[in-house]
């Protein structure tokens, strides 16, 4: 008994492959627009609650400046220990803190971290008028006038 022989396309018979017969394609096609529909509508909730919390491993002079404008989006910092308390960068503002302020520094001015390191969650904010400095957990945090990006430690 011979075999019947497939459809080999032009292109594919150069490579020397064999065509999907057309019932298989039908059933492929119809599979793939419907997964993509699918998958279009969950990839973008996806995304949303991916990007709804980052983590950044940090260092003590990381500040917040590249999030600007991402007010629906938290970010975890993960600060190192300082015990010598060198090289922390500068902080503006007491709650609400200008986003190039140091993330970890500010941290520890809140209460949520001190210099033994640990994680914080910012929230992006926009820019404020003016910030007040102030001193509490054995960080001082600067004045300053209007900036046009902030973060709170939440």
Not at 36 to 41: D, E, Q
Not at 60 to 70: I, L, S, T, Y
Not at 85 to 91: E, H, N
């Given at each position: 008994m011979s075999e019947k022989p497939s459809q080999v396309s032009p292109l594919l018979r150069?490579?020397?492959r064999q065509t999907t017969p057309l019932p298989m394609k039908r059933f492929f096609t119809s599979a793939f627009v419907l997964c993509?529909?699918?998958?279009?509508?969950g990839c973008n909730q996806a995304t949303q609650l991916a990007q709804n919390i980052v983590t950044i491993n940090a260092s003590?002079?990381?500040?917040?400046?590249?999030?600007?404008?991402?007010l629906n989006i938290q970010y975890t910092y993960v600060c190192p220990p300082n015990p010598s308390?060198?090289?922390?960068?500068?902080?503006w503002?007491?709650?609400t803190y200008s986003d190039d302020s140091s993330?970890?520094?500010a941290g520890v001015h809140a209460g949520d971290i001190t210099f033994n390191g640990g994680s914080i969650t910012i929230g992006m904010r926009g820019g404020l008028e003016s910030y007040t400095g102030s001193t509490r957990n054995g960080v001082t945090t600067q004045d300053w006038g209007s900036w046009s990006?902030?973060?709170v430690v939440l």
């Open positions: 150069k490579l020397g993509g529909l699918v998958a279009l509508i003590w002079e990381d500040n917040a400046v590249e999030h600007r404008g991402n308390k060198t090289g922390v960068g500068t902080v503002g007491t709650d993330v970890c520094a990006g902030s973060f």
